[in-house]
């Protein structure tokens, strides 16, 4: 997975600590899934539901949020992504090997 835009570098998932890659979100798979990947997965559905959703709904965000219009789709769906921040505790780590 690469990210780029117009003036920064490439961000290559393979090259990030392992120390990150390994706070998991979720165990259904043998290696677990890592919570970054999973909290950047659940950002980019957000924003792509709300892409299909009417103006309205991002209209009603963002006065409801305080927001610019034109970034409510992307503030919400990073408010949305890190909804299970929680996980990196120690106590959920633990749960699972």
């Known amino acids: 997975m690469t990210t780029t835009t117009a003036n920064s570098p490439q961000l290559k998932i393979m ?3 392992p120390a990150i890659m390994a706070l998991w979100a979720k165990s259904g798979d043998p290696h677990g899934h890592p919570l970054l990947l999973y909290m950047l997965d659940v950002a980019a559905v957000t924003e792509s539901l709300l892409g299909r959703e009417p103006r309205g709904t991002l209209a009603w965000a963002a006065v409801n949020f305080g927001i610019e219009l034109v970034h409510a789709g992307r503030w919400l ?3 949305v992504g890190l909804h299970d921040f929680g996980k ?6 633990v749960k699972w090997p």
């Open 15 to 17: 090259d990030l600590p």
């Open 77 to 79: 769906g990073a408010l």
């Open 88 to 93: 990196a505790s120690p106590g959920f780590q």
